[in-house]
């Protein structure tokens, strides 16, 4: 007899009820040579008996015992706890069909009939043994697997996609919430128990598995009928049938809500500062060395702030870490708003800003700022900062003054990788400690000069205002054909007490940021108007006047009040003033800003677009704005004669005006030859060099009489 590999492991223990003992010693006799234990009991009583105890792995029963038969042996043995897996083995001397078929009816697993072969019995028995034992695996492992998958929330699913036939596995349909009976059955009914946003994201890996035998392998929500939803993490593999080349699919699904909100709770800890929310070091970190790439491709400047509280210390040992602590988010929130600020400056609204603010620990901040203008950007920001801080703070009834030391390392020049910006940073902001706390230092010390230099330059024109160092010059607009003066831009000079005459283009930036743009462009707008009628009154032709307009003024909704009191003070006609505005200023709100136009369009002022051909006007935005003029870009004026380019730009120009009924000024006119040029297209009026540059009111003056005087003569 070969030897059995199920029987090597452990001895199977054999019980055999018959009431005739030699018929027990024959079974013996057959079964113990091959390895197994043969426990003998003598009638069914005591077989039920014997069986409790030994728990024996078979049961041999003969059917005609005198206090119970082996039938009714064999039904009670199957009532018992063990006896439901038990193999049972049914000894007749009746071989009849119909004692067979009774024998199956209580239970028996196989019979064999009397006599018995030795051999044949115990191969039986043999055999009998390992299918059971093999089953017994299969529903362990079965069973197990159940309950793996209920432990991971895991459920298995099959879909035959040519006949649509979709099964879910019983853990899957507790999952989705439905009972197995009510499942359709159908890759429907499965997609329906699916969120409907996520729908075409399963049904689109499904068929990309079924025609390019990708692997399935998604994420999707499920919502219970009770509004409860989760994740669950979908995959799935293609098989193929080898004798009819059929594909099934053959999935997982298991929910994986929990596990996502543990990796967003550890992301959190990972990345955030516990106390003010705002990304810790390694976060920080990681967005400084994105943002490198991407100003290093696009050549821009980058900044980091390194940001030390002053006397942090001190307070948080008097006043305790409760304080301490809630000072620290304090001034999280105005580090934030100060960086929000600073994103809305909307000067380089082109440039998509990804600001970042990080703590690194203890009352150590960071800011990143990207797309710098220039690198003395980043001074402004850290100048508003301190501003910022500045105000006193109230915690638990004390009020508490904080200062802050911030050091400034800009990329490229001051370091091209993380470590290096860092530390630089960190050295600069060591460096403003020095410099006797509550300040901000570059680490290029050239920056520190301009910075420095910028501060001064904001300081200065805070102060020209009140010091009434504003004065106005005024440029001459003429008739193209006749060169009369028709009217004159008035241009804001700066009469600084060191300096001398500072144009416009050194100081707008710095007007913009410090807010002084609005006051001092209202001032432009009354002094213009109280000039032009000065000289009309003093009996000087009429002329027009005007007036730029910056975003500030345009946007901060005071305009038309600005504008009804200059020309009522004045006593201008409002038909002389007229307003320039830029092409983008309007564009960013373009419902108000027509209702104001029209405003003041009904007020009689008159408005034009500046510097037109550098923006980006569409002609039917300009077409809703009540407009007069359009004033053409000096840069298409300057090489009108070489540059064939800017010739259609201008003749296009012109066209597209005179269609809306506009006229067109041409700006920076040098030479008379562009005047020839811009007169052959059907530009309307001209200024620029060729016949003043802007100049005071005075010389002005002489100008309009001499141009009076010159009409009088011919
Ligand atoms: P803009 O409104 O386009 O003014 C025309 C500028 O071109 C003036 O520069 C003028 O001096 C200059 N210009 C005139 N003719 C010629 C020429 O033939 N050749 C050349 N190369 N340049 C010529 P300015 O006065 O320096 O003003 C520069 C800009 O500053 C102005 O451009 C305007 O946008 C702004 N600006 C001037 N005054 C004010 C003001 O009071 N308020 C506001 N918000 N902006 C102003
Ligand atoms: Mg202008
Ligand atoms: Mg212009």
Redesign the pocket.
């Known amino acids: 007899v070969p030897e059995d590999h199920t029987m090597t492991q452990t001895r199977p223990t054999i019980l055999i009820a018959d009431d005739d003992p030699l018929s027990r010693l024959f079974v013996r006799n057959a079964l113990e040579p091959a390895g197994m234990t043969v426990a003998e009991a003598t009638g069914g009583q005591d077989a039920l008996v014997k069986f409790e105890a030994l728990a024996p792995d078979l049961v041999v029963l003969d059917i005609m015992m005198p206090d119970m038969d082996g039938y009714l042996t064999c039904s009670r043995l199957r009532t018992l706890p063990r006896g439901k897996r038990v193999p049972i083995l049914i000894l007749t001397g009746l071989d009849d069909e119909h004692s067979i078929a009774q024998a199956y009816q209580h239970g028996a697993t196989d019979f064999i009939t009397k006599p018995v072969n030795a051999t044949i019995l115990c191969h039986h028995v043999r055999y009998m043994l390992r299918t059971n034992n093999v089953l017994h695996a299969l529903i362990r492992s079965e069973s197990r697997l159940e309950l793996a998958q209920r432990i991971a929330r895991i459920g298995n699913w099959d879909w035959n996609p040519k006949t649509n036939r979709l099964s879910m596995s019983n853990e899957l349909c507790r999952l989705l919430g439905v009972r197995p009976q009510d499942f359709g059955g159908t890759f429907e009914a499965f997609l329906n128990l699916i969120h409907p946003d996520d729908r075409p994201v399963v049904t689109g890996a499904l068929e990309r598995l079924v025609s390019q035998h990708t692997p399935c392998d998604i994420d999707h929500r499920v919502v219970l009928p009770n509004g409860t939803d989760f994740i669950i993490h979908l995959q799935a593999e293609g098989v193929r049938e080898e004798e009819t080349d059929e594909l099934t699919v053959i999935g997982t699904a298991q929910d994986i809500t929990e596990r996502k909100q543990a990796e967003r709770a550890i992301h959190q800890l990972a990345y955030y500062d516990s106390l003010t929310g705002l990304a810790n070091r390694v976060l920080f970190k990681d967005r400084l060395s994105n943002a490198l790439s991407y100003a290093e491709r696009y050549h821009q400047h980058l900044a980091t702030l390194f940001i030390d509280l002053d006397r942090f210390k001190v307070i948080n040992d008097t006043l305790g870490h409760t304080v301490g602590d809630r000072l620290l988010t304090h001034v999280a929130e105005r580090l934030s708003e100060s960086v929000r600020q600073s994103d809305s400056v909307g000067r380089h609204a082109d440039h998509e800003p990804t600001h970042a603010l990080a703590r690194l620990g203890g009352d150590e901040f960071t800011i990143l700022l990207t797309a710098l203008p220039t690198p003395e950007d980043a001074g402004r920001v850290a100048r508003r900062i301190l501003e910022a801080l500045a105000h006193p703070l109230s915690i638990d009834g004390h009020e508490i003054f904080i200062s802050a030391s911030i050091g400034i390392s800009i990329f490229p020049s001051d370091g091209a990788t993380v470590e290096a910006l860092l530390k630089n940073a960190d050295t600069a902001m060591y460096h403003a400690k020095e410099q006797g706390r509550n300040n901000c230092q570059f680490y290029s010390s050239g920056l520190n000069a301009a910075a420095a230099e910028r501060l001064d330059l904001e300081n200065e024109l805070r102060r020209a205002l009140e010091r009434e160092e504003f004065v106005v010059f005024y440029?001459p607009k003429l008739n193209i054909h006749s060169r009369k003066i028709l009217g004159a831009?008035?241009?804001?000079r700066w009469k600084h007490p060191k300096r001398g005459l500072v144009?416009?283009?050194v100081f707008?930036n710095a007007a913009i940021d410090t807010g002084l743009?609005r006051p001092?462009?209202e001032w432009?707008l009354r002094e213009a108007c109280r000039q032009v009628k000065a000289w009309e009154t003093a009996g000087l032709p009429p002329i027009t006047v005007s007036?730029?307009?910056?975003n500030s003024l345009f946007h901060g909704r005071t305009l038309p009040a600005t504008v009804a009191d200059a020309l009522r003070d004045s006593g201008l006609n409002p038909s002389q003033l007229e307003l320039?505005l830029t092409e983008s200023i309007a564009m960013r709100d373009v419902e108000a800003s027509v209702t104001m136009l029209e405003g003041l369009r009904t007020m009689g002022v008159r408005l034009s677009i500046?510097?037109f051909g550098t923006g980006y006007s569409s002609l039917s935005y300009l077409q809703r704005f009540p407009l007069s003029r359009l004033k053409i870009d000096?840069s298409f004026v300057r090489d009108l004669l070489t540059n064939e380019n800017n010739v259609k730009i201008t003749r296009a120009i012109i066209a597209m005006a005179h269609s809306l009924n506009l006229s067109v000024l041409a700006?920076?006119?040098?030479t008379e030859g562009q005047l020839a040029r811009l007169r052959e297209e059907g530009c309307d009026e001209v200024?620029?060099?060729?016949f003043s540059?802007?100049v005071c009111a005075e010389d002005f003056e002489k100008l309009l009489r001499g141009d009076a005087d010159a009409r009088t003569a011919a």
């Open positions: 440029q831009e008035a241009l804001v144009p416009p283009g707008l743009i001092m462009d432009v007036a730029n307009v910056s320039e500046d510097d000096q700006e920076g006119v040098e200024q620029g060099y060729l540059r802007p």
